[in-house]
């Protein structure tokens, strides 16, 4: 299985593993399970985290990239096809445009979301498949 993590679900699953659904938690930790995190979520962290809107627990922004990389995660960067599908998807479901942005990418790529966010339904006819 091929997962894309949404922003909170790298963050926690680097310092709060347990706010992660145990199935979930197992999925992502199983050797043969291809994990990916998107550099735009680097930089929705490193934005908050600029903002003083994000505490992270003595660590930086790159020592998040460093723990997605300590457990083999693959980075996944924006494209020019990523920004424009952008467009094409319906607003009114998530009005946070890194949301989007991720939902966009995992549609583009056939990668499973792993996100605890709500809406996410409407984007299955868009094909996004998603769990949680």
């Known amino acids: 299985m091929k997962l894309l993590l949404d922003t ?11 706010k992660i659904p ?3 938690l197992r999925l992502i930790e199983r050797p043969e399970t291809d994990v990916w995190f998107s550099t735009l979520s680097i930089w929705e962290i490193s934005l908050k985290f600029s903002l003083g809107k994000l ?5 930086t922004p790159e020592g998040i990239v460093d723990a997605a990389k300590e457990q083999d995660f693959n980075s996944v960067t924006i494209s020019e096809k990523d920004a424009l599908v952008f467009a094409t998807l319906p607003r009114h479901f ?3 445009p890194f949301d989007r942005m991720l939902i966009g990418q995992a549609i583009e790529r056939g990668l499973t ?3 605890g966010e709500s809406g996410l339904d409407h984007y299955k006819k868009l094909g996004l498949k998603w769990l949680w």
Do not use: C, E, Q, R
């Not at 909170?8 to 347990?18: D, E, G, M, N, R």
């Not at 505490?55 to 660590?59: G, R, V």
């Open 8 to 18: 909170h679900t790298l963050i926690w699953f680097v310092y709060s593993p347990k």
């Open 22 to 24: 145990l199935k979930t």
């Open 55 to 59: 505490s992270l627990k003595n660590i």
């Open 94 to 96: 998530h009005s946070d």
């Open 113 to 115: 979301f792993v996100s």
